[in-house]
């Protein structure tokens, strides 16, 4: 087997690694303590808008405890907005379940007639089936015991990750009276010329498909500040930058959130939690990094 071509530090060689290349450390027990209990390769992570890679040195006045804020900042950010997420998978279900109803049949989710295409329909199924019979929840094993295991959409709708879920919606039929246009109905939003308007399946779908993967950062402990997430949903007029960033960064999945917020009472509460915690890490982070515009607060 090939040998890996570069040197393994111990936690001491990989502290004196990083002052040696210019970082500036006030205390070098906390910078011990963060190798062990963090790592060095996540660090890295909030290191790089002050490292030069040309001459492999750190910018002048760059300090540990910036660095340590920064992560700080960061899981604190992680948190919120995973909480948030809950709220807005939790009535996303709900919604769902209540508007495929509209049908009449608890078992709608067998019905490829209420599905554009088929295949990606048989797909889904197939996820579907599996999820539920890894299921261990009592309500699954009560409809196998008492109902010939035929499982009732306001059930099954409660054991899709969040993933199924998303590609469930986006393979709905669109027009009047149909699931989708009963689902939409729930996220209205107020156009530019001060209307109300149901969202298109193309931005609804965007915006899930969006906060499946904000989610599944966020439950994997990865870095969100300064992160680029190849994802773009479509961004309400009244939201859009005028000169957007190329690189897709967090503030436009935080715009998505809102467009799916469980109601306008609880993106408040978000709002004011997230200004607050930008308000309190202001003298270490740049809202840049995060893909936020000098006008944030207003679209918020």
Avoid at 187 to 192: G, N
Avoid at 209 to 222: E, G, K, T
């Amino acid at each position: 087997m090939q040998s890996y071509p570069k040197t393994i530090l111990t936690i001491p060689q990989q502290a004196q690694a990083i002052i040696d290349a210019g970082m500036q450390v006030s205390d070098h027990h906390l910078l011990l303590d963060a190798l062990t209990s963090i790592g060095y390769y996540r660090l890295r992570g909030y290191c790089f808008p002050f490292y030069n890679n040309i001459t492999k040195t750190y910018l002048p006045d760059t300090t540990f405890d910036n660095i340590i804020q920064t992560y700080r900042f960061d899981r604190e950010l992680t948190q919120l907005i995973f909480s948030f997420l809950s709220k807005i998978e939790v009535a996303l279900r709900a919604r769902l379940s209540n508007a495929l109803l509209v049908y009449n049949d608890a078992l709608v989710l067998e019905d490829s007639s209420k599905f554009k295409d088929k295949e990606i329909f048989w797909r889904n199924m197939g996820t579907i089936a599996s999820e539920i019979a890894r299921s261990s929840d009592i309500f699954i094993k009560h409809h196998f015991n008492n109902h010939n295991g035929e499982i009732p959409v306001w059930a099954a709708v409660e054991i899709m990750s969040f993933g199924t879920l998303s590609k469930v919606i986006k393979n709905l039929l669109t027009g009047p009276n149909s699931a989708f246009d009963v689902l939409a109905a729930q996220y209205t939003y107020q156009t530019i010329n001060g209307q109300m308007a149901k969202p298109s399946m193309r931005a609804f779908s965007s915006w899930t498909h969006s906060l499946v993967i904000l989610r599944n950062i966020c439950a994997h402990n990865s870095r969100l500040y300064n992160r680029i997430i190849n994802v773009r949903p479509i961004i309400l007029s009244s939201d859009r930058i005028s000169a957007p960033s190329p690189y897709p960064k967090i503030y436009q999945l935080i715009l998505t959130m809102k467009y799916l917020s469980p109601s306008v009472t609880t993106w408040h509460s978000f709002a004011a939690s997230y200004q607050e915690l930008i308000t309190k890490y202001s003298t270490t982070i740049n809202i840049a990094a995060l893909g936020m515009p000098p006008d944030w607060t207003q679209h918020l």
